[in-house]
């Protein structure tokens, strides 16, 4: 990775309401903004830099400490370091310094490449979940992570990188599964892996996996979601801690939030319909693109005239980011508070341990 400045690309944000999977109740729709649950309001303080070239999401509540533990979040593919903000938010409210940041710009721009539009997406997962891809991005991650760590003035020099959880969703979840100690020596103390893939961790520090049974696979190289227990059960014993969800797709597991607009297109209309034909794909806008496969399924039929709205399409993204990830966002919270403090990890009906 070349050596680039942190350049700020916009002012600290005051962002509230973002914690739609920690409380539960009513969902907000304020014009332009997030849709999110209305309680409880958290401010946050967002504030995007880039380092090495690289796009970096700084995320902390108001009240997180100068000195804050830390959660290093890496994104799906064709994400970048804005997605899990449902994640990123439980985190942050928790009293972390959450950084989120996509190591390799082509996993960033994954849905805009050549094999995207050729419609090759299951080629397009193999090249990004591949071997020399995988080693590309953990070397670009850990180079990220050394220069983070340097001494300075950077607004995360004062953070406390001796205490830091790293996290990450699918393609994500695969990186933080294969961490290896950095060449310096220098470990966190967790990993947590949200929708992680089939695969041989390499990693031997605790780790939470997070998924669902209905973790399906927009890509095709998941046939069925029980598939991605295998990770869990590679994992040594002792080391290993599986949260299985029901009924949380792959999409809801992502933690995205949608905005208003895209929640319009969204809704089902009540009421008799006119006009008829096959319904259209992917206008929810998929989380992961693929012709909207983690989100957009088709609106059947045609558009009830003057209907008003009953709520968003099945699969739709807007449906996938009202997932119920309370259960999930709590005990990643209550899982990096004890394992980084060196105690057991949390003892709940929920958690099966390895």
């Known amino acids: 990775m070349t050596a680039a400045p942190f350049l700020p690309t916009c002012a600290a944000l005051l962002l509230t309401g973002l914690l739609a999977a920690c409380a ?11 849709v999110a649950d209305a309680t409880p309001a958290v401010a946050l303080q967002v504030q995007v830099l880039e380092l090495a070239g690289r796009p970096l999401r700084l995320t902390r509540s108001a009240a997180t400490p100068a000195r804050a533990p830390v959660v290093v979040f890496v994104p799906g593919l064709g994400q970048d370091s804005d997605a899990g903000a449902r994640w990123v938010a439980a985190w942050a409210a928790a009293g972390y310094a959450v950084l ?12 805009r490449s050549e ?35 340097q001494p300075g003035d950077a607004p995360w020099s004062g953070w406390d990188w001796g205490q830091v959880v790293l996290a990450g969703y699918e393609l994500g ?3 933080v599964l294969d ?24 990693t031997t520090l605790p780790a939470l996996l997070i998924t669902s049974d209905a973790d399906g696979d927009p890509l095709g190289l998941v046939t069925r979601p029980a ?13 290993a ?11 809801g597991l992502a933690g995205n939030l949608v905005s208003e607009a895209w929640a319009a297109q969204d ?38 005239a003057g209907a008003p709205p009953r709520g968003p399409r099945a699969g739709s993204a807007t449906e996938a980011a009202l997932s119920d990830l309370r259960p999930a966002l709590r005990l990643s919270v209550v899982f990096a508070e004890r394992v980084r403090q060196g105690l057991p990890a949390p003892a709940d009906p929920l958690l099966r341990a390895r």
Request: aromatic share 4%; glycine share 20%.
């Open 24 to 34: 539960g109740g009513p969902h907000a729709h304020h014009a332009g903004r997030p």
């Open 100 to 111: 989120s940041v996509q190591p390799r710009a082509e996993d960033a721009a994954a849905w």
């Open 115 to 149: 094999l995207a539009r050729q419609g090759e997406f299951r080629e397009l997962g193999r090249l990004h979940q591949g071997e020399a891809a995988q080693r590309e991005r953990l070397a670009a991650l850990q180079q990220l992570l050394t220069r983070l760590r």
């Open 173 to 175: 979840a695969q990186t």
């Open 179 to 202: 961490w290896r100690a950095a060449d310096d020596g220098w470990q966190p103390r967790a990993v947590i892996a949200i929708s992680p893939p089939p695969m041989q961790p390499a």
């Open 227 to 239: 598939e991605r227990l295998r990770s869990f059960d590679a994992l040594a014993p002792g080391q």
């Open 241 to 251: 801690w599986l949260l299985d969800l029901t009924a949380v797709s792959h999409a």
């Open 267 to 304: 809704q089902h209309r009540g009421g008799d319909f006119i006009g008829g034909g096959g319904g259209r794909r992917g206008q929810g806008g998929g989380t992961n693109g693929a012709n909207g496969a983690n989100g957009g399924g088709g609106e059947g039929g045609g558009r009830a």
